[in-house]
């Protein structure tokens, strides 16, 4: 029965956790009760996500709140079931043991989400069920007696429906005053009886029509599952994407350019010429903000995916993938980890953790970074702004070239996950067995939150390696200085120690048309790979000559070899996209696999085959297109 125990008015933070399915709702009802007090990082030791937050509840006290990684069962199968297991059963030192849990249940799919509750309920803390997206269950025609579901399990149940803050107040009430239940009986401990009890349960509390309806859902995928307007309306949300990365994001980035143009003019004015001036205006400013400047297209493609994940969509996208992951031994759940590649490579493979067959997933770990990254779009960016000088192609032709790039990534990886399949002695395939979550409207507070963990992430990052690698190439290219005061800028930076290490691998970046110069930012961005746009305004020094603020594209349009030679021709401009979509240019990624696949020997492996093939590439695309007359 529903507790009805005295108010708690405990003097201390309590602890509280959600645990639930994936594709429960459990994130968005985090997001609702956190709003910005949350947290994101990783749990110590382990590439799990741990999220945390603080909220207020109903009668003022403050509760900390833990979002655990999505578990089907407390019968651990994927590191991230282990990590909320331990959490459950306070075996973290680095995590309290939660005072109280919110199991987080799909109304839709009642039986198959209260196997989680169940198990919870038996470890005797207090539970509060919040049956989540009841409107959708009803929309099935599902009718839920909460009272009737209460009485059974012996802890409170609140209908709710996250996304629009339905229930929230009954939650917290319901939290305030939850005390721990009544275990039920042991011979409910085995997987057949257990399921057996929870049938009896719905029974007595869940009335099914006899007939269901055809939902919404049905209806949508008829559609976007078809086997042709399903590839054509995923043909179509990928254009848009790369569309707005370009018209979008070219207002907001073309003030970002401004303002940096002003600070770093507003430096050269106030300031002595001298080693200071040259660090902030040549080091800081012209390395980070050629970075922070491509922040507005990052934040349109978290955008989107978002409202692609939250919608419902990804699981279609992967099943509608299915058929071409056929082609090279992978099956649909290979597609949502190279999907989220697009954003970054780091979760794209801690989420291959949900591919069970271990031949699958390591092939998923080691083609996931062909993926176009979000550190990519910097390079790509500009390398499109020197392709086409003018407006005459508009935003629509620079999409264009965006989406071949993002396609020669997916077919260098299909390629790849190809020959490890012919490699395998094993030729079966498994097959694909996934839940397709209802359409859902995207919560708008989720996604924007989703964003500004992103913004923020990438913002540190400029504001911390970005920034101490701006320093450090600042001085490998200053340093040793000249002896004498009239020697040129270009002929400094040659005797200089980034110049000599740039001379040194110019013999072997000749084929591809790269200079020296080129090299030094190739060198610097193993790093990261959007460290290649800073290195060039460093390396180039925008602005420095000219006294007056530039915009580093223009700059790069303007420089010629000792022939007069555009350095910057279009050949050059294609090698150096093809290369990085192609190289194994992070070492945070690298670090990643290391960790997934225990072993340096993946990561290695990347890096020399990566490598090679983007080495390679950029050849064909130099060497070729000098031979067909193009320049």
């Known amino acids: 029965m529903i507790a009805t125990a005295p108010r708690r008015t405990a003097a201390a933070t309590q602890t509280i956790a959600l645990a639930g399915n994936p594709n429960c709702g459990k994130s968005t009802l985090f997001n609702a009760l956190t ?18 937050g603080r909220c207020r509840g109903l009668h003022g006290e403050s509760l900390d709140v833990i979002d655990l990684p999505g578990s089907y069962s407390l019968e651990p199968r994927s590191p991230d079931e282990e990590i909320a297991r331990e959490i459950l059963l306070g075996r973290r030192g680095d995590t309290p043991r939660p005072g109280l849990v919110v199991s987080v249940v799909d109304a839709s799919n009642i039986e198959r989400n ?4 169940t198990q919870i309920i038996e470890l005797g803390v207090p539970v509060v069920v919040a049956m989540n997206m009841v409107d959708v269950a009803e929309a099935k025609g599902l009718r839920i007696d909460p009272k009737a579901l209460a009485t059974r399990l012996g802890v409170p149940v609140i209908p709710m429906v996250a996304s629009k803050g339905v229930g929230l107040v009954e939650l917290k009430q319901a939290i305030s005053s939850a005390t721990p239940p009544a275990q039920p009986a042991s011979e409910y401990r085995n997987v057949e009886s257990r399921y057996a009890w929870i049938h009896e349960i719905c029974a007595d509390a869940v009335r099914r029509p006899g007939d269901p309806p055809r939902t919404w859902t049905d209806r949508i995928d008829a559609v976007l599952t078809h086997r042709l307007w399903g590839w054509m309306f995923f043909a179509a949300i990928m254009a848009l994407i790369f569309y707005a990365i370009f018209a979008v994001a070219e207002w907001p980035m073309t003030w970002i ?18 080693d200071l001036r040259s660090l902030l205006a040549d080091g800081v400013i012209a390395g980070v903000g050629g970075v922070v400047v491509f922040l507005p297209q990052i934040v349109i493609l978290f955008f989107f995916l978002g409202l692609l994940e939250d919608s419902g969509y990804m699981a279609r996208a992967a099943f509608i993938m299915d058929r071409v992951m056929a082609l090279v031994g992978l099956n649909g759940k290979s597609f949502i980890p190279l999907l989220s590649s697009f ?41 499109i702004a020197l392709l086409f000088p003018s407006n005459d192609v508009g935003a629509l032709g620079r999409a264009g070239v965006m989406l071949a790039m993002y396609a020669l990534g997916v077919a260098a990886a299909f390629g790849t996950a190809w020959i490890f399949q012919r490699a395998s002695t094993r030729r079966d395939r498994p097959m ?18 989703r964003i500004r963990e992103r913004a923020v992430l990438f913002l540190v990052n400029a504001g911390t390696v970005i920034l101490a690698l701006s320093i450090v190439l600042w001085a490998l290219m200053t340093y040793p200085k000249p002896a004498s005061p009239d020697i040129s800028a270009a002929e400094a930076l040659s005797q200089s120690v980034a110049g000599r290490l740039g001379r040194v691998i110019e013999p072997a970046l000749e084929p591809l048309g790269f200079d ?5 930012g190739l060198i610097a961005s193993f790093a990261a790979r959007e460290v290649f746009v800073g290195t060039m305004a460093i390396v180039y020094n925008v602005g420095e000559e000219s006294g007056e603020p530039e915009v580093l594209r223009d700059v790069l349009r303007s420089q010629t070899r000792p022939d007069g030679v555009p350095v910057f021709t279009p050949l050059v401009c294609v090698g150096l996209m093809v290369f990085y979509v192609l190289a194994m240019q992070c070492m945070s990624t690298m670090a990643i696999v290391r960790r997934e696949t225990n072993s340096w020997r993946w990561p290695l492996a990347q890096l020399v085959y990566m490598t090679a093939l983007a080495y390679l590439a950029a050849l064909v695309v130099h060497q070729g297109g000098t031979w067909m007359g193009f320049q």
């Open 257 to 274: 350019e401004e303002a940096t143009a002003v600070v770093a003019g507003w430096i050269e004015s106030s300031l002595p010429p001298g």
């Open 516 to 520: 020296w110069k080129i090299g030094i």
């Open 35 to 52: 709003g910005l007090r949350q947290k994101v990082a990783n749990y110590p030791g382990v590439t799990v996500e741990k999220k945390t």
């Open 343 to 383: 954003a970054c490579a780091i979760p794209g493979i801690m989420a291959t953790r949900t591919i069970e067959d271990r031949r699958e997933r390591m092939a998923t770990i080691f083609v996931a970074p062909f993926m176009s990254c979000s550190a990519r779009l910097p390079v790509y960016a500009l390398m």
């Open 432 to 449: 694909l067995l996934m839940e397709m979550p209802p359409y859902r409207t995207p919560s708008l507070g989720a996604v924007l939150l």
């Open 114 to 117: 209260l196997y989680l509750t």
